[in-house]
């Protein structure tokens, strides 16, 4: 991983609308530019790493400072590289992170989307649901709160 750049912006903007387009066209909220422009509107590479395997751009995770710990946000893993322990890799570099500062990490997942079963084995736990989004939360181990 190496820190994000606002050059990045693009390329990532264009893997957002790759990786989410099969989940959001499920649920009927595919939009060509929207999906683009909301990665655009959104984008902090002081808080964002970009993955790359082999030198190239492979995904990106984001993590920036919120209200009562941390927000996980804009993790996007090219289907190329999905299923082979990559997800997992980054998530726990991480949540080390998080955990050494002792922080809650919280995000959101889009409804019936695979990467929640990811989350869900690194000890995310769901806190509300509305008709698109999962919110859910992991605490830092040994806080002796529920996810």
């Known amino acids: 991983m190496r820190p994000a750049e606002a050059a990045d912006v693009e390329p990532i903007a264009e893997l957002r609308a790759v990786v989410m387009r099969p989940d959001l066209e499920r649920l009927g909220r595919f939009d060509e530019h929207r999906v683009r422009q909301r990665f655009r509107d959104a984008f902090s590479p002081p808080h964002t790493s970009v993955i790359l395997v082999d030198g190239a751009l ?3 995770v984001a ?5 009562e710990g941390q927000w996980l946000e804009h993790f996007y893993l090219a289907p190329a590289v999905q299923g082979h322990g990559l997800g997992s890799a980054v998530l726990r570099t991480v949540l080390g992170r998080t955990d050494a500062d002792g922080a809650t990490v919280r995000l959101n997942v889009l409804r019936g989307s695979a990467a929640r079963r990811l989350y869900e084995r690194h000890g995310f736990t769901v806190e509300a649901q509305d008709p698109v989004d999962v919110f859910m939360a992991r605490r830092p181990p040994g806080t002796g709160l529920p996810g």
Not at 63 to 67: F, Q
């Open 63 to 67: 993590l920036r400072p919120a209200e």
């Open 58 to 60: 492979a995904g990106c």
